[in-house]
């Protein structure tokens, strides 16, 4: 079945975007289910807290629907689906488990002055499934309000004594015990099912509990049985006496409903869809009010649960329900549920029992056909109406502050309304969304990254940002090049992909602080210098920035929030950091170690009927992936990694050399960076599949990320770092992106990419995020607004005096306060414009003149790490600082001379021509100078061993450097 597109009022929705094919983007449906196992458990709840709960969330459009609860009454849905695909396509299948809470509802829509019934439909607050694809699609196409959760195999209490109730479910999610106490976001049980043991004859001695005794058993049966009539009674009667007419009238709508439902094998599921704007996350960026239609395929077979209880009228047929009781997860507060019992579980947690009312199960086969918009808005700041398929803008004020005046008012970084706006999209915080997706911003004190640069085709990297696409014409096939010059335009400013491995640590947040969630994450970023057209059409550069071609999170609720609310391509993976080999076989002495390893879920093949399975993606080693004896693969490894990186430092030379002053303000500006003093700024195409229409997108919109570091330890990764990358359909990742490898692992039985990281550093920083702006978005059609200026405040920025003295100690400027040695960049910047004149500073013009120019990131990353800017460890030149002291104390007494200088060389390792590092002679070294390095220095083993001669020790002038390093040769001179 087809999913039929739509027109709206005459302007069309603009494609989904498939730039990044289908590693992060939601499949759209129809979706088929076979053999689904559904059990039913309906709950007693609170008539008026149902009533309340769905005025706060869906009855938000009334001039377009309203919905009111049919009973007091909750469904719990535990599901199996064996297998979930899509009806068109064959990309993939999956299982999964899913736990639902669901309130069956009237479906009213306004007709004239009166509302008039539709339909019955379920409306699920609460939704925990397995599947992080799954998850993901629910949430981003219909609405859905899936949060990850997962069955837990435990003990069942049988083993201890068989009369025990026997645990049939064990449900956890990730929750906050407390929140806003700095609590960790972590996995806790949140709903179990027990059973009672079914009834024995045949105890001895006799118990009170033999099910022949009637005594017991006919009190309990009409205690259970009397206190269900009485709690529906007494809400029949209430409604009755409150409203006759519209008692009555509700009864038939909901016996007309049923009779529909059943003769049709048909259903419809209201949500609300709702996506944080990243600019103000109190507002939603898109909201909807959506119905997506189940169709049943054929009913296998179906029964009561605990039969045999329920016909001796035990009403729950022996199950019990236990909910624990987290802020983050409101389910009982929320619904008003009734419970039965209380305990304490083993952490501190309340948890309710409740009993069902004739538990029942289902074996069917189903489909999700697609759905439709009821109504929906963005977020407009001059008034965000209400609309619907026929594009009607209608907008009831009154009722809208009703049906919102009971959610909490608070301040929010940047254009917050002072009080509820009832044109402004408010973030419906109700239900199991609400702590799904963290608002921001976010200061992490003590980040750490790992960074492995890593070669690239730049036509490949342009042609995944902007396509050959001119903006005559929309392309949905590069990630930008839907979105018009005049908007904004992205180029790739190196032919560079950093991989970045980021472990957060502790973390706080300026709104909302509920504790600490973010843990691990990769991403691949594109370095990018943006531009955007003026009115005359004239290019205008707008600075540099980073965009994530492909991103994993092992954080449930990271996930959510970078795709929600930043609009990163986040999927859900497991990263670990690998055992090392040092107590293994081999020893310390291993040529390799492993270092990382990321997994995430994903079919082997792609149109083949395969389902989805959590598969290594990559893993980083340490060392080298090569055996030593091995001479053609390094030979092949020699062609296709040494001499590109080794062609690639001799241009960064060269390019440096060639306008040194520009690079020395290259530099300076960088260092504003690491000083926390300049933003970096990470580009995001954020985009939502229509629910209306899946293949087309509802929301699409750039974002600019905004964040601050202040790196406090900066420092090369030693030895040879290497990747392997495994080839699977939905994760293309070096062929997307046109990364350089050498050759594919025999040993492996997938494709594999092997790759060799550039000059790969680690750095420690104190990270501070700040919410995102907006560039540009649409919804509804294809016209783009803009919002954002993308300004960045000028700051005065050191010129290249200041690089000379972080890289020598040396400065015409006194620096009495600070040391000479090249650390602590932040203190020396704030020392150096506080004495410098202003016109040693670069201006705001010069500084957008050198960022737009030829200079590369990599490029000052290269200089640093050569230059050891920060570096924390034991630098070269600390070590060459000792040498100089040393040999200047000695070489001052001509008699210890020769002494000395057999004595340094065994001392320090210097080989026989140790001494003539340290030109000019070490009778004229001064005590306390600091040779400066040279721009770009590397090992010669961060490729291999020395006999694949791609870095001879001794290509440079033989004083120039320790022979275990290698710098490029002088470029031939440049002409204009």
């Given at each position: ?283 939603a960026c898109y909201q909807a009010i959506t119905n997506a239609r189940m169709e049943v395929e054929e009913v296998r077979r179906a029964g009561l649960l605990g039969d045999g209880l329920q016909l001796t009228g035990d009403l729950s047929g022996g199950y019990t329900l236990g909910i624990s009781r987290y802020p983050s997860a409101p389910i009982i507060e929320s619904l008003g549920l009734v419970t039965h019992d209380q305990d304490i579980g083993s952490n501190d947690t309340a948890i309710s029992y409740l009993k069902p009312v004739m538990p029942f199960w289902q074996e069917l086969d189903m489909t999700y056909a697609g759905g439709e918009n009821i109504a ?420 005065p920025v050191p010129g290249r005096d200041f690089v000379h003295f972080i890289n020598t100690g040396q400065s015409r400027y006194p620096r009495e306060k600070l040391n000479n040695a090249p650390q602590q960049i932040d203190l020396k910047m704030r020392a150096w414009l506080d004495e410098a004149p202003d016109d040693e500073c670069l201006s705001d013009e010069a500084c957008q003149q050198v960022l737009c120019g030829r200079f590369e990131p990599h490029m000052v990353l290269h200089a640093a790490l050569s230059n050891e800017w920060e570096h924390w460890g034991l630098p070269r030149w600390f070590i060459e600082q000792e040498r100089r002291d040393q040999l ?27 001494l003539e590092i340290n030109r000019p002679s070490t009778k004229n070294v001064p005590a306390g100078e600091i040779r400066q390095l040279p721009t770009f220095v590397i090992p010669t083993d961060c490729v291999g061993p020395e006999e694949d001669r791609i870095f001879p020790p001794h290509e440079r002038v033989p004083d120039e450097l320790d022979p275990q390093y290698w710098t490029p040769p002088d470029p031939q001179p440049e002409h204009d």
């Amino acid at each position: 079945m087809a999913v039929r597109k739509r027109k709206k009022g005459g302007e069309q929705n603009p494609k989904f975007n498939m730039a990044r094919g289908f590693s992060t983007t939601t499949q759209s449906p129809p979706f088929s289910f076979e053999n689904v196992v559904l059990n039913f458990f309906p709950l007693e709840a609170d008539y008026e807290s149902l009533e309340t709960f769905i005025d706060k969330t869906v009855n938000i459009a009334p001039d377009f629907a309203y919905f009111k609860p049919i009973a007091p009454m909750v469904m719990m849905i535990s599901a199996y689906y064996p297998k979930m695909g899509l009806e068109h396509g064959n990309l993939g299948w999956t299982a999964q488990n899913e736990i639902l809470f669901t309130i069956p509802v009237e479906w009213y829509e306004p007709v004239g002055d009166e509302y008039e019934f539709k339909a019955i439909a379920q409306y699920a607050p609460f939704i925990y499934v397995s599947d992080e694809s799954s998850q993901a699609e629910g949430r981003e196409v219909f609405g859905w309000p899936k949060v990850h959760g997962w069955l837990a195999p435990t003990i069942n209490n049988w083993v201890h004594n068989p009369r025990n109730p026997r645990e049939l479910l064990n449900m956890k999610t990730y929750v906050f015990e407390h929140l806003f106490r700095d609590d960790i976001y972590q996995p806790q049980t949140l709903l179990q099912i027990f059973q009672q043991p079914p009834s024995s004859y045949s105890i001895f001695p006799p118990s009170a509990d033999n099910p022949l005794n009637p005594f017991k058993r006919i009190p309990e049966v009409a205690d259970n049985l009397s206190a269900t009539v009485r709690r529906l009674w007494d809400w029949g009667f209430n409604e009755n006496i409150r409203n006759p007419l519209g008692f009555s009238k509700s009864m038939g709508n909901l016996l007309q409903g049923v009779l529909n439902s059943a003769n049709s094998l048909s259903g419809n599921t209201i949500n609300l869809k709702q996506l944080r704007d990243a600019q103000n996350p109190e507002l939603a960026c898109y909201q909807a009010i959506t119905n997506a239609r189940m169709e049943v395929e054929e009913v296998r077979r179906a029964g009561l649960l605990g039969d045999g209880l329920q016909l001796t009228g035990d009403l729950s047929g022996g199950y019990t329900l236990g909910i624990s009781r987290y802020p983050s997860a409101p389910i009982i507060e929320s619904l008003g549920l009734v419970t039965h019992d209380q305990d304490i579980g083993s952490n501190d947690t309340a948890i309710s029992y409740l009993k069902p009312v004739m538990p029942f199960w289902q074996e069917l086969d189903m489909t999700y056909a697609g759905g439709e918009n009821i109504a929906w808005r963005a977020a407009e700041r001059q008034g965000s109406k209400w609309r619907n398929h026929k594009y009607v803008e209608k907008m009831n004020v009154e009722s809208a502050k009703q049906a919102l005046n009971d959610q909490q008012i608070s301040t929010r970084e940047g254009a917050v309304p002072s009080e509820r706006d009832p044109y402004l999209p408010y973030y419906v915080t109700e239900g199991s969304a609400g702590f799904q997706v963290a608002e921001g911003p976010f200061n992490f004190p003590n980040a750490s990254f790992r960074v492995l640069p890593l070669l690239a085709d730049i036509d490949k990297l342009n042609e995944y940002l902007e396509g050959s696409n001119t903006h005559e014409e929309e392309s949905d096939a590069a990630l930008f090049g839907q979105v018009p010059n005049s908007h904004i335009y992205f180029e790739a400013a190196e032919p560079k992909v950093y991989l970045t491995i980021a472990n957060y640590g502790e973390m706080t947040a300026k709104n909302d602080n509920m504790g600490l969630w973010e843990e691990t994450q990769i991403k691949f970023l594109i370095p990018v210098r943006v531009h955007r057209n003026d009115e005359s059409g004239k290019r205008q550069f707008v600075g540099m920035g980073v965009v994530a071609a492909f991103d994993y999170s092992n954080s449930a609720l990271g996930t959510t929030t970078g795709r929600e609310l930043n609009g990163w391509p986040t999927v859900l993976s497991e990263i670990e950091s690998l055992p090392n080999t040092w107590a293994g076989n081999e020893g310390p002495f291993a040529a390799s170690a492993p270092l990382v390893q990321l997994k995430t879920s994903m079919p082997s093949a792609l149109f083949e009927d395969q389902p989805y399975a959590w598969n290594t993606l990559l893993e980083i080693v340490q060392g080298n992936q090569i055996p030593w004896s091995d001479s053609r693969s390094w030979q092949r490894m020699a062609e296709h990694m040494g001499k590109p990186l080794k062609e690639d430092l001799t241009r960064m030379a060269a390019t440096t050399r060639h306008d040194p002053e520009g690079f020395d303000a290259f530099q300076s500006i960088a260092m504003q960076v690491m000083c926390g003093e300049r933003e970096v700024h990470e580009y995001s195409f954020k985009q939502f599949r229509d629910a209306d229409a899946p293949e087309d997108a509802c929301y699409q919109a750039v974002i600019c990320n905004r964040a601050t570091m202040r790196v406090k330890d900066l420092r090369p990764l030693g030895g040879q770092t290497s990747i392997r990358i495994y080839d699977y359909p939905t994760q293309r990742i070096v062929q997307t992106l046109g990364l350089a490898h050498f050759g594919d692992d025999p040993n492996d039985s997938r494709k594999t990419f092997r790759l060799i990281a550039c000059r790969p550093f680690f750095f420690n920083t104190h990270l501070s995020t700040r919410l995102g702006d907006v560039v540009c978005w649409r919804a509804g059609n294809r016209r783009w607004r803009s919002q954002a200026p993308l300004a960045q405040p000028p700051t005065p920025v050191p010129g290249r005096d200041f690089v000379h003295f972080i890289n020598t100690g040396q400065s015409r400027y006194p620096r009495e306060k600070l040391n000479n040695a090249p650390q602590q960049i932040d203190l020396k910047m704030r020392a150096w414009l506080d004495e410098a004149p202003d016109d040693e500073c670069l201006s705001d013009e010069a500084c957008q003149q050198v960022l737009c120019g030829r200079f590369e990131p990599h490029m000052v990353l290269h200089a640093a790490l050569s230059n050891e800017w920060e570096h924390w460890g034991l630098p070269r030149w600390f070590i060459e600082q000792e040498r100089r002291d040393q040999l200047a104390e000695l070489a001052s007494e001509d008699d210890f001379q020769a002494e000395a200088d057999v004595g340094l060389r065994n001392r320090f390792g210097l080989g026989e021509r140790g001494l003539e590092i340290n030109r000019p002679s070490t009778k004229n070294v001064p005590a306390g100078e600091i040779r400066q390095l040279p721009t770009f220095v590397i090992p010669t083993d961060c490729v291999g061993p020395e006999e694949d001669r791609i870095f001879p020790p001794h290509e440079r002038v033989p004083d120039e450097l320790d022979p275990q390093y290698w710098t490029p040769p002088d470029p031939q001179p440049e002409h204009d």
